[in-house]
């Protein structure tokens, strides 16, 4: 009996002295500086200006001269900046040919599709002409779009050459590679003198989707001049 009661005493001794150490441990623990954290530089914070560039504020203007001194061109001048492409041309990108010719026939693939096809091809045309066509091939492209055709008198005597006179749209399916816009003159003669079509691709007209211009003349020599498409 003696010897448990030593025993007892001695595993009791034991536990208090763990205890009193592991204490000791924890209040050692708590009582340490937590360490700053660090911030590696150029990682923003979400108090900071989060533009996706480290040295802007706000996005860079890359149609800026970098060694101009002149002030940025502002966003909604854009579509005049001289450092964008003039939209005072042929129209490409999509487009895979574009000619003006005085009618336009249609050719059956085999796919069972239809290619339209322009029928004399000419840039310059009598006053009698009833209209005037102009045929377009267009590159491959994944969703159906519009393109817009805006006629406007650039040289004729007695009208305003900033006031479009005709406008004609045509809309093209995916299966489409092909099509035309057809111009009427105003009072059912065309009057001599150049004229000029913008060319828009999308469903409105704006200086973003303009894709360039193409020109022609009503002349009074009644032979115009035939091209090949």
């Known amino acids: 009996m003696n010897n448990l009661t030593q025993l007892f005493s001695f595993l009791i001794g034991r536990l208090t002295a763990f205890a009193s150490i592991l204490i000791l441990a924890t209040a050692t623990i708590c009582g340490a500086e937590q360490p700053q954290s660090s911030n590696p530089a150029g ?41 964008l492409p003039s939209s005072d041309h042929k129209p490409g990108g999509l487009f895979a040919s574009l000619v003006f010719a005085e009618s336009v026939e249609e050719d059956r693939t085999i796919r069972r599709g239809h290619i339209l096809v322009p029928v004399n091809a000419t840039n310059i ?22 393109v817009i055709g805006r006629l406007f008198p650039e040289t004729v005597p007695d009208a305003d050459a900033n006031q479009w006179i005709d406008e004609d749209i045509a809309d093209l399916a995916l299966e489409d590679e092909s099509g035309y816009l057809k111009f009427f003159a105003p009072k059912g003669t065309w009057q001599p003198g150049r004229y000029r079509v913008d060319v828009y691709v999308g469903y409105m007209v704006n200086t973003i989707n303009k894709m360039g211009t193409m020109r022609f003349s009503i002349e009074q020599d009644s032979t115009p001049t035939v091209l090949k498409p």
């Open 125 to 146: 045309f009598p006053p009698s002409a009833k209209s005037v066509h102009l045929v377009f091939a267009v590159h491959e492209h994944l969703a159906p779009f519009q």
């Open 43 to 83: 990682i923003f914070q979400p108090h900071e200006t989060q533009h996706g560039f480290a040295e802007f504020d706000s996005p860079p203007d890359f149609f800026e001269d970098s060694s101009s001194t002149t002030a940025a061109t502002p966003y909604d001048e854009y579509s005049d900046s001289p450092n």
